[in-house]
């Protein structure tokens, strides 16, 4: 049962416009939310991370956007380049914890 | 400084046949862990370990073992290759627990036949 469910599976999107991948959780014990990006043969880094006391983080042209009563984050890539074309995986951590779970992914393409 | 190195990158096994996936860190990381990444369903936890000496299972351990002897080495032993254990295996380490973040190896792509 995966406990944090990610959309698209895969999402193309034009060079400048906007891409949006969504998550969404159970566990309300989850308590910082990760983003890593992945280019083929290589792993996963991370992208960018909010914590559940704060609705928006901003780093350059990447945006988390997080709502806690809907148990709902989301990755907002502005101005997409060709070089943002990658794997996306959203992730959800129990800081009490030592279980860093991922959602299934999402295959970002954008065309020049 | 090279980070989290995993070898081999690529493996070709037959069933039954038993192997030890080596990932070591140089970073003095305190937790490391195996994640095999599957089509369609994200990066799934095999085993962690929070230091040297202490390991637990993830939510996939069936068929897989770990120790952790050093601070540096944590090696993922499959003990009788399946089929359904073909997939690409992550080792990753972060400074602790907290798992702030995660540094990944470059992955191992299994094939079992």
């Known amino acids: 049962q995966q406990q944090v469910k990610q959309s698209p599976q895969s999402l193309i999107v034009q060079k400048g416009g906007i891409s949006i991948i969504n998550c969404a959780y159970e566990?309300?014990?989850?308590?910082?939310f990760p983003w890593y990006q992945q280019f083929p043969g290589k792993g996963p880094a991370l992208l960018i991370a909010i914590r559940p006391d704060v609705s928006e983080k901003k780093e350059g042209r990447f945006t988390i956007s997080f709502n806690k009563s809907a148990k709902q984050f989301s990755l907002h890539i502005m101005d997409s380049q060709p070089g943002d074309s990658a794997t996306y995986f959203c992730?959800?951590?129990?800081?009490?914890?030592?279980?860093?779970?991922f959602g299934e992914g999402t295959q970002l393409t954008v065309n020049p | 400084n090279a980070g989290v190195t995993q070898t081999p990158k690529f493996q070709v096994l037959k069933t039954g046949q038993s192997m030890t996936l080596q990932c070591a860190q140089d970073m003095n990381h305190e937790y490391m862990s195996w994640y095999r990444q599957d089509p369609g369903m994200g990066l799934r936890l095999i085993h962690y370990s929070v230091g040297a000496g202490i390991t637990d299972q993830g939510e996939v351990p069936n068929g897989y073992n770990v120790s952790r002897s050093t601070t540096e080495d944590f090696p993922l032993r499959l003990l009788s290759a399946a089929p359904s254990q073909t997939s690409v295996y992550f080792c990753?380490?972060?400074?602790?627990?907290?798992?702030?973040?995660?540094?990944f190896g470059s992955g191992t792509q299994l094939s079992v036949l």
């Open positions: 992730a959800a951590l129990e800081t009490s914890g030592s279980r860093l779970t």
């Open positions: 566990n309300t014990a989850f308590d910082y």
């Open positions: 990753a380490s972060s400074r602790s627990q907290a798992q702030k973040k995660l540094f």
